[in-house]
């Protein structure tokens, strides 16, 4: 049996090339990431058409993940050492651009390419500098200036990122620069479109409208929701109901919050998007010591494994494999430990069945029923023909423990359905009735040599063939029988 949790990989300068990212698709990418908080638009169409290249020639399809990159609060310039802040010593902060000649900061003052800073804090608040390594209390804000005392010193250097856990500085999360980013990912057909510091659905919703504004046939590309502030858990069912999927970012979830919060909060949006039929992916530090190492802590072994109990549809490697030593080796091991979690879900794996409110819906009354059959029967794959992809994403929340081979006539949607968890492409004709679909499932398992003649499986799909709806109708058929 196949690994049904999903691996996706950022990619960058020690996975761009061709040769590389030939390994990490056989070592087990399913969804390339893409972050544009780095390179450029003519780097990245370089790595995306080669991810597509080396998918097409090992016949193993990989979704593309578009991360927007969002407002990035950063240090400005510094001395190239950086500077020392030492615990007790009292810090001013300038926003960029607000005093009469930019200046390179020091021990005493400190410039901060943040918008509205003196009118967004107030006494009381902290800024974490640095993913949260060094902290600062605001003590007072006088004009353009925001006083403050460092709680937590170190070494500080340029462009380190800046958060405000609760602070309002009333900027846009949607940018110029994501808004041209967002352009360029639906002229070249990204899969999957994932927005940073997302606080509300009103986030989701701004992203949904301006798609249709710059790309109306390519509007209805999947949002990933990136739940990484507190704001975000707040408001977690509304973002659900307007997002296709979230995304768990533990790194600034954890600075935002506390990291004793994070395990927790990672269980709560798992269920929810499981709850929601919703794609979820986990992300942040999964594997992060093998940047450097060739093989993880059993620290992060445990992680990765417990993320797979918890019932995440993916997992996900950061700078393992964009800028790590190790990046193939990382999508080896992350498989490895998948594979070894989901040998004992029966044991400890905690994932919920669809709640009873949810069967009241057609579509997943018959996805459950779907997987009823299969385990009663004990048939060894589940078929679904699937044209936008969500009839797969219904069968893959309904989890059976058997794989799910989604048969879709669409190229777009060939590659967007390796986001799935247990689900496997397939590209086949379309079908305009039921006895067509028959003989592309046989045609499917003979050629692969996966079942034999007298197997069976349990196929799903929508009714009358053809008609571009939801699952209603599901059959066991017997591999090789007429219909």
């Known amino acids: 049996m196949g690994r049904f949790a999903k691996i996706v990989c950022t990619l960058g300068p020690s996975s761009s090339d061709r040769a590389t990212i030939i390994k990490l698709i056989e070592a087990g990418m399913d969804v390339a990431r893409l972050n544009f908080s780095h390179g450029t638009h003519e780097t990245h169409l370089t790595t995306l058409n080669l991810v597509r290249e080396c998918s097409k020639e090992l016949g193993k399809p990989v979704a593309i993940l578009q991360d927007l990159q969002g407002p990035k609060l950063r240090v400005g310039i510094l001395p190239p050492d950086g500077i020392i802040l030492r615990d007790g010593s009292q810090l001013n902060l300038f926003t960029i651009g607000t005093q009469s000649v930019d200046f390179e900061g020091d021990e ?25 390594k060094l902290e600062l209390l605001v003590t007072s804000v006088v004009g353009e200036v925001v006083k403050t005392r460092v709680v937590q010193g170190g070494l ?23 808004r041209q980013d967002l352009e360029f990912g639906l002229a070249n057909c990204v899969d999957f479109v994932a927005i940073s510091f997302v606080e509300s659905e009103l986030d989701v919703l701004l992203v949904r409208e301006t798609m249709k504004a710059l790309n109306p046939s390519r509007a209805n590309t999947p949002i990933i929701a990136k739940l990484e502030r507190p704001e975000a858990v707040k408001n977690l069912h ?20 506390s990291p004793a919060q994070v395990p927790i909060v990672q269980k709560e949006i798992i269920q929810s998007a499981n709850r929601h039929a919703k794609v979820v992916i986990t992300a942040t530090q999964m594997l992060e010591s093998m940047i450097n190492n060739p093989r993880p802590t059993r620290a992060e072994a445990s992680d990765v494994a417990n993320a797979i109990f918890d019932g995440t549809d993916a997992v996900m490697l950061s700078g393992e494999t964009a800028s790590g030593e190790f990046p193939v080796e990382s999508v080896k091991m992350m498989d490895s430990i998948i594979r070894e979690a989901e040998k004992h879900m029966a044991e400890w794996s905690h994932v919920e069945e669809f709640p009873k409110e949810a069967l009241k819906d057609d579509a997943l009354v018959i996805s459950n029923a779907a997987k009823t059959l299969a385990h009663d029967r004990n048939v060894s794959n589940i078929a679904v023909f699937t044209q936008s992809g969500k009839t797969a994403l219904l069968m893959s929340k309904a989890r059976p423990r058997v794989p799910i081979i989604a048969f879709t ?35 499917h398992f003979k050629e692969r040599k996966h079942l034999k003649v007298g197997e069976q499986v349990v196929l799903i799909s929508g009714f009358p063939v053809g008609a571009m709806r939801l699952p209603n109708l599901a059959l066991l058929h017997t591999i090789g029988k007429e219909v």
């Open 108 to 132: 005493k003052s400190l410039p901060l390419d943040v918008p509205n800073l003196s009118r967004g804090v107030k006494a009381g608040n902290r800024i974490l500098l640095d993913d949260g």
């Open 238 to 257: 509304a973002i659900m109901h307007a997002a296709d999927g979230v995304m768990v970012a533990r790194g600034d979830l954890g600075v935002e919050t």
């Open 156 to 178: 500080l250097k340029s462009h380190k990122g800046v958060n405000l856990p609760g602070a309002d500085l009333g900027i846009p999360r949607f940018t110029e620069k994501d």
């Open 409 to 443: 006539p669409e190229p777009r949607t060939l590659s967007l359905l390796s986001m799935y968890w247990g689900v496997t492409p397939a590209l086949v004709q379309f079908s305009n009735s039921l006895e067509e679909m028959v003989q592309s499932v046989d045609r």
